[in-house]
């Protein structure tokens, strides 16, 4: 049963985005896709922490094929004596990828800038093949082009809370994504 609408919604919520259950039809239709482009392969899921958890749970119960999951966390400079995109590896993977077909679990890819910080590492390491998968895709941000090969839902240029997004921390656990009030933007 559907729980939007109940006291839970906290008042930094403009509107609801993507309900619980579309979350869940789109998850299903990636992970078919997922299915379908690595059959015959043993894939390994790497999530990006925090954001990716909810999203990455729950595209692994949709996928049929046989899946090893890792996770990495990465920290980034944003203040005023550092350029935007400064990315660096806080908690590293626990196990090496060489040789491993690997899938990059991202909640948003906005300016693309972790992404290819993130695909530069990994890519060094000799995985035997490394791709995207993205739950949200803020496409009108990008700053540099990256490859996504596969993405639940394209979003407008508005800040976003739930499924995994935080605002301050908070939110991760809204089972829907929303469009945060103006006032309360990060
Ligand atoms: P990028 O390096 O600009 O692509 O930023 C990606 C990261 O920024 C994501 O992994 C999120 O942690 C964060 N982020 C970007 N947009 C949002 C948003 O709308 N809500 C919450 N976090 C966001």
Request: net charge neutral; charged share 25%; glycine share 4%.
């Given at each position: 049963m559907s729980?939007e609408?109940?006291s839970?919604d906290?008042?930094?919520?403009?509107r609801?985005?993507?309900?619980?259950?579309?979350?869940?039809?789109r998850i299903?239709?990636?992970?078919a896709?997922?299915?379908?482009r690595y059959?015959?392969?043993p894939?390994?899921?790497?999530?990006?922490?925090?954001?990716?958890?909810?999203?990455l749970?729950?595209?692994?119960r949709q996928?049929?094929?046989?899946?090893?999951?890792?996770f990495l966390?990465?920290?980034?400079?944003?203040?005023k004596?550092?350029?935007?995109?400064?990315?660096?590896?806080a908690?590293?993977?626990?196990e090496p990828?060489?040789?491993?077909?690997?899938l990059?679990?991202?909640d948003?890819?906005?300016t693309?800038?972790?992404?290819?910080?993130?695909l530069?590492a990994?890519?060094?390491?000799g995985?035997?093949s490394l791709?995207v998968?993205?739950?949200l895709?803020?496409n009108?941000?990008r700053?540099?082009?990256?490859?996504?090969?596969f993405?639940c839902?394209?979003?407008?240029?508005r800040?976003v809370i739930?499924?995994g997004?935080d605002?301050?921390?908070?939110?991760?656990?809204?089972s829907?994504?929303?469009?945060?009030?103006?006032?309360k933007?990060?």
């Amino acid at each position: 049963m559907s729980r939007e609408g109940m006291s839970k919604d906290p008042p930094a919520i403009e509107r609801i985005l993507f309900t619980e259950e579309q979350i869940a039809q789109r998850i299903h239709e990636v992970a078919a896709e997922i299915d379908e482009r690595y059959r015959g392969k043993p894939l390994k899921l790497v999530g990006v922490l925090k954001g990716s958890v909810f999203f990455l749970t729950a595209l692994a119960r949709q996928i049929q094929i046989p899946v090893k999951i890792d996770f990495l966390a990465i920290s980034t400079f944003s203040n005023k004596s550092s350029a935007p995109g400064i990315v660096r590896i806080a908690k590293d993977l626990d196990e090496p990828i060489e040789n491993e077909d690997v899938l990059l679990v991202e909640d948003i890819v906005d300016t693309g800038l972790t992404l290819r910080y993130l695909l530069q590492a990994l890519s060094s390491r000799g995985p035997n093949s490394l791709a995207v998968c993205t739950f949200l895709d803020r496409n009108s941000r990008r700053l540099v082009q990256i490859p996504v090969e596969f993405r639940c839902f394209e979003i407008p240029d508005r800040f976003v809370i739930g499924f995994g997004l935080d605002h301050n921390q908070l939110y991760r656990n809204l089972s829907y994504v929303a469009v945060m009030k103006p006032d309360k933007n990060a």
